[in-house]
């Protein structure tokens, strides 16, 4: 039986990726932060949690021997580092900590691996957000587009990035970065855009709400499911050779058209109920993203969820929670 741990099991990806690694006969370890609210801390691994393969203790990537004596015990098969503070506006709020997590605590994990499990792949949940300003000439971002990160995030995951080359090249650890466009879902939080989008909208239909504040609705983003994108992780650490991939849709949609869409299915136009709120703008945008990917694609890899039935998921999954709270 292989063994994997995964730092941010409790994220959405973290939860769907354990989903998946435990459907194929993994035994999945886990970190989660401590936290002074626990009820609410592990909801998102609710459906595996009496799963006996799954074993969730708690972690934090800053806590250097609490990840050593984890990878020393465990001796996983395959790590997957996907904790992170991942909100880009928030990481102007709290710029250090994002340093201190996204980045140093890269290296806190490469480390460990390093001492403990040599052998194991290694994988980096880098972000579309270290392109930054750049766009190649055909319009889309791919492997050998330059980086130019517009965000505190987007700087701490460049170094992330890097350092995970570096260790490939110096130690030859299998370290593989994944180069993730935004993707969402149901368990994505409820303050990014979509999410955001999606539960107002559906709480405005049910009387619950009277208006939706937002930033930048002009910003563009490619946007695919979390379930599709935990495969391309997998995928990624299955491969004989480590090596960098972007994982995306190749399909871009705005703010403004993701918000039109979502209040369209439910009979509403966005215009009478969105509103510019300036808290909600960020000291620097990055205006567009749409990848290029096909050297995953070349894996094997495919998206199963259009744009579309993504939302369409999400939107029935606010109308189940808040129907329920209605009738309660
Ligand atoms: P998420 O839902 O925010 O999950 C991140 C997890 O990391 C949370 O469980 C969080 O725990 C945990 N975490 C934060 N700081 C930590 C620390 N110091 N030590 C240990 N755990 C810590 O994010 P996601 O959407 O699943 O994304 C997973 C990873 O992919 C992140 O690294 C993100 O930056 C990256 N990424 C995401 C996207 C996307 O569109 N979703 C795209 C590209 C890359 P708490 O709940 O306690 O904060
Ligand atoms: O913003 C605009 C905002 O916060 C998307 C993370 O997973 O993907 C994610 O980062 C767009 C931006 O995601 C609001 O300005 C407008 O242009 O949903 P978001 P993000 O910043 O793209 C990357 C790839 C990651 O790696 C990150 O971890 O929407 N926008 N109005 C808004 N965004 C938010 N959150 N809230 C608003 O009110």
Redesign the pocket.
Known sequence: MKKAFITGIGGQDGSYLAEYLLDLGYEVYGIIRRNSTPEHQQSRLDPIRNNKNLHVSYGDLNDTSGIERILREVKPDEVYNLA?Q????ISYEIPQFTVQTNSVGVVNVLEALRNNCPNAKFYQ?S???MFGSSVDEDGFQRESTKMTPV?P??CA?VFGYNIVRNYRNAYKIHASNGI?????SPR?GS???????VKAAVKIKLGLQDKL?????D???DWGHSKDYVKAMHLINQQPKPDDWVVSTGVTHS?REMCDYVFSQLDLNYKDYVIQ?KK???PE???Y?KGDSTKIRKLGWECEYTFESMMDEMIEHWIHIFKNTINK
């Open positions: 992170a991942s909100h880009v506006r949940a972000s579309s957000e965000s995030y987007g995951k993730l466009f935004n993707h969402e994505r303050n990014f855009v979509t999410n955001k989008v504040e937002l930033g930048n609705m910003a563009y983003r703010v709120n909600f703008l960020r945008e990055l205006p993203l």
